[in-house]
């Protein structure tokens, strides 16, 4: 759950980089970093803890020299969200120099670690799978190169052979001193990655790569495409793009908590609008409302901010009931399902969310989030509810019972974390604190993404245990629970 940007222009782009993070800042708020190239193939690179505007300096700024970049902002899915080395991009000086940002998560690293180190004699120095994939890219890289320069044709093949070794999902972006910039995506499309262009006055081609289409529209590019699942695209030096699959089997399945939580509402992904996504949740959840609370029993609608809003305003319509806002959102406190630990989200939810009692009191009232994971954000809304003054408090969730670790980029990796694991719904509702509880249901949350649209899969693992990769075992699950930072 990282947002990740890359840009090849003919003036200096560390502003762009810098305007895009802060367009992708919902990604994630643990880390951010910038890396720049000169023509001359001089690397420029600067990272910190801490979300973009508190990160960079003019100072800062100022040093990141050259026309192509990159950026990348982090929450912690992989290694420690308070190490300030494994925040991104990392670098590998050889072959050329590499600088790569990453949005996923491999779930082969344990056998890519033995790799590196016993065949490929490559030192790791954190435990971070993006510094994993960058080893991974320039070793493929050397063993590709014919000659002393650098191909499109060697790039291609270099990416080929990453496919053939990573499992898992990745979104990558990286820059390649002195050559261009390089985009690629898993096989199966699970993080999603966008290109744009736009034209200088001079008649030139400038690019860029993105998480999310939002950044492309805000800075002026014309949206070309999605990056497909297994396709690598190459941005030479003088601006040339060169694209070609690299995998050899591939199927589009992106994650559908893109489409519930992540992803900001005025984004496009693989050609689904994530806000009219969420109004579609909304009509379908209101029919599952309607079957399970007695006529009569809610007074009103409310949203928890933000990114329910449009699935509670069509919950509202469609069950003729009136729409109110009984929350007040600080909007200086970050996201609180991307916090790091237990006790921090309690903490945060209370400073971030505010209920005005004039809205709840005396009133039955139906709560509507995007999603229900560790339930502690919940938990502590539904008993602000009731302490505003609230009569009967219904809690209704966009998306189904989050049941199942989330191995792919999304910080749900242990069962025992997630309310809704081993529970029945009451159980859950008497976990809460709320007198009715009510979910999506998983055939109608994919119906809901998918409708109109030329897709026919999405990874939906943590509501139904499926894993779209087809190499997410028992034993690694349990591995994974394991190794979780208590």
Same mark, same amino acid.
């Given at each position: 759950?990282?947002?990740?940007?890359?840009?090849?222009?003919?003036?200096?782009?560390?502003?762009?980089?810098?305007?895009?993070?802060?367009?992708?800042?919902?990604?994630?708020?643990?880390?951010?970093?910038?890396?720049?190239?000169?023509?001359?193939?001089?690397?420029?690179?600067?990272?910190?803890?801490?979300?973009?505007?508190?990160?960079?300096?003019?100072?800062?700024?100022?040093?990141?020299?050259?026309?192509?970049?990159?950026?990348?902002?982090?929450?912690?899915?992989?290694?420690?969200?308070?190490?300030?080395?494994?925040?991104?991009?990392?670098?590998?000086?050889?072959?050329?120099?590499?600088?790569?940002?990453?949005?996923?998560?491999?779930?082969?690293?344990?056998?890519?670690?033995?790799?590196?180190?016993?065949?490929?004699?490559?030192?790791?120095?954190?435990?971070?799978?993006?510094?994993?994939?960058?080893?991974?890219?320039?070793?493929?890289?050397?063993?590709?190169?014919?000659?002393?320069?650098?191909?499109?044709?060697?790039?291609?093949?270099?990416?080929?052979?990453?496919?053939?070794?990573?499992?898992?999902?990745?979104?990558?972006?990286?820059?390649?001193?002195?050559?261009?910039?390089?985009?690629?995506?898993?096989?199966?499309?699970?993080?999603?990655?966008?290109?744009?262009?736009?034209?200088?006055?001079?008649?030139?081609?400038?690019?860029?790569?993105?998480?999310?289409?939002?950044?492309?529209?805000?800075?002026?590019?014309?949206?070309?495409?999605?990056?497909?699942?297994?396709?690598?695209?190459?941005?030479?030096?003088?601006?040339?793009?060169?694209?070609?699959?690299?995998?050899?089997?591939?199927?589009?399945?992106?994650?559908?908590?893109?489409?519930?939580?992540?992803?900001?509402?005025?984004?496009?992904?693989?050609?689904?609008?994530?806000?009219?996504?969420?109004?579609?949740?909304?009509?379908?959840?209101?029919? =599952?409302? $309607?079957?399970?609370? +007695? /006529?009569?029993?809610?007074?009103? #609608?409310?949203? !928890?901010?933000?990114? &329910? @809003?449009?699935?509670?305003?069509?919950?509202?319509?469609?069950?003729?009931?009136?729409?109110?806002?009984?929350?007040?959102?600080?909007?200086?406190?970050?996201?609180?399902?991307?916090?790091?630990?237990?006790?921090?989200?309690?903490?945060?939810?209370?400073?971030?969310?505010?209920?005005?009692?004039?809205?709840?009191?005396?009133?039955?009232?139906?709560?509507?989030?995007?999603?229900?994971?560790?339930?502690?954000?919940?938990?502590?809304?539904?008993?602000?509810?009731?302490?505003?003054?609230?009569?009967?408090? =219904?809690? $209704?969730?966009?998306? +189904? /019972?989050?049941?199942?670790?989330? #191995?792919?980029? !999304?910080?749900?990796? &242990? @069962?025992?974390?997630?309310?809704?694991?081993?529970?029945?719904?009451?159980?859950?509702?008497?976990?809460?604190?709320?007198?009715?509880?009510?979910?999506?249901?998983?055939?109608?949350?994919?119906?809901?993404?998918?409708?109109?649209?030329?897709?026919?899969?999405?990874?939906?693992?943590?509501?139904?245990?499926?894993?779209?990769?087809?190499?997410?075992?028992?034993?690694?699950?349990?591995?994974?629970?394991?190794?979780?930072?208590?």
């Amino acid at each position: 759950m990282c947002g990740i940007v890359g840009v090849v222009g003919h003036a200096p782009v560390n502003q762009e980089v810098y305007d895009a993070l802060l367009l992708l800042q919902h990604r994630g708020q643990d880390s951010t970093g910038i890396a720049t190239a000169e023509p001359s193939g001089v690397v420029h690179m600067n990272k910190q803890r801490g979300q973009v505007r508190e990160a960079f300096r003019t100072r800062d700024m100022r040093t990141l020299l050259g026309t192509i970049g990159l950026g990348h902002v982090r929450y912690a899915t992989k290694g420690t969200a308070s190490s300030e080395e494994e925040a991104q991009p990392f670098y590998v000086n050889a072959p050329y120099g590499i600088v790569l940002v990453h949005n996923g998560n491999l779930t082969n690293t344990r056998e890519l670690s033995e790799e590196l180190f016993r065949t490929d004699r490559r030192h790791l120095n954190t435990s971070s799978d993006t510094e994993l994939l960058v080893n991974v890219l320039a070793n493929e890289l050397q063993q590709t190169i014919n000659g002393e320069r650098l191909s499109a044709d060697d790039v291609f093949t270099a990416v080929s052979r990453v496919h053939r070794r990573v499992e898992g999902s990745y979104a990558a972006i990286a820059l390649i001193a002195g050559y261009g910039l390089l985009a690629f995506r898993d096989p199966f499309g699970i993080r999603p990655l966008i290109l744009g262009t736009r034209r200088t006055p001079d008649g030139r081609d400038e690019w860029i790569v993105s998480s999310e289409s939002l950044v492309l529209e805000n800075a002026d590019y014309t949206v070309v495409r999605d990056v497909l699942p297994g396709e690598a695209v190459f941005i030479d030096i003088d601006g040339k793009l060169h694209s070609r699959q690299c995998a050899d089997e591939t199927t589009l399945a992106p994650c559908s908590f893109e489409y519930v939580y992540l992803a900001r509402p005025d984004s496009v992904m693989n050609g689904i609008a994530v806000y009219e996504s969420r109004l579609r949740m909304g009509e379908r959840l209101a029919d =599952t409302i $309607a079957k399970h609370t +007695p /006529p009569g029993s809610i007074d009103v #609608v409310m949203p !928890i901010p933000d990114s &329910s @809003r449009p699935s509670a305003m069509q919950v509202a319509r469609k069950l003729g009931i009136e729409y109110r806002e009984g929350f007040y959102k600080n909007r200086y406190v970050g996201r609180t399902f991307i916090m790091p630990g237990q006790a921090v989200r309690k903490k945060s939810v209370r400073q971030k969310l505010n209920a005005m009692s004039s809205e709840f009191k005396g009133k039955n009232v139906l709560l509507i989030d995007d999603s229900i994971v560790r339930g502690t954000t919940s938990k502590e809304i539904i008993q602000m509810a009731r302490d505003a003054g609230a009569k009967t408090v =219904t809690f $209704a969730s966009a998306a +189904p /019972p989050v049941r199942y670790p989330h #191995v792919y980029g !999304i910080n749900m990796p &242990s @069962r025992h974390e997630l309310v809704a694991h081993g529970r029945t719904i009451p159980e859950i509702a008497a976990e809460l604190g709320c007198d009715r509880l009510v979910y999506q249901e998983v055939d109608d949350l994919k119906a809901a993404i998918l409708e109109g649209s030329d897709l026919d899969d999405l990874d939906m693992s943590c509501f139904d245990g499926r894993y779209v990769t087809g190499t997410v075992t028992d034993e690694y699950l349990a591995w994974v629970e394991g190794t979780q930072e208590s």
